[in-house]
């Protein structure tokens, strides 16, 4: 495909380095918590006005309880993402060193 084997090495080693350079905890909350999470309780929220009703007395609570449960689903899709590029990151900086 390329030199570095697959697509995701290739976003990996070209864009890493810039997302990397600024930092863990950023990338964790704005692509983790803000994005992902965000999406996530778009989605629930959305599907359960439309399993509920909108004038369901009960569909505050459930929204309630899904911003939580979302942020923290998105913090650990952010910090599992950052670890599995950093790891294929180094992998492939390690192959770049044992080049000829």
């Known amino acids: 495909m390329n030199e570095f084997g697959s697509r995701a090495a290739h976003w990996v080693a070209v864009r890493w380095p810039a997302i990397r350079a600024r930092g863990m905890w950023r990338f964790v909350l704005l692509k983790g918590v803000a994005f992902w999470g965000g999406l996530m309780l778009a989605f629930m929220a959305i599907a359960m006005t439309l399993q509920l009703g909108p004038s369901h007395p009960r569909l505050p609570l459930v929204l309630a309880v899904a911003v939580p449960l979302c942020a923290i689903g998105?913090?650990?899709?952010?910090?599992?993402?950052?670890?599995?590029?950093?790891?294929?990151?180094?992998?492939?900086?390690?192959?770049?060193?044992?080049?000829?």
């Open 74 to 100: 998105g913090l650990v899709w952010g910090l599992l993402t950052w670890f599995f590029n950093e790891r294929i990151f180094l992998a492939l900086q390690q192959q770049k060193k044992n080049l000829p």
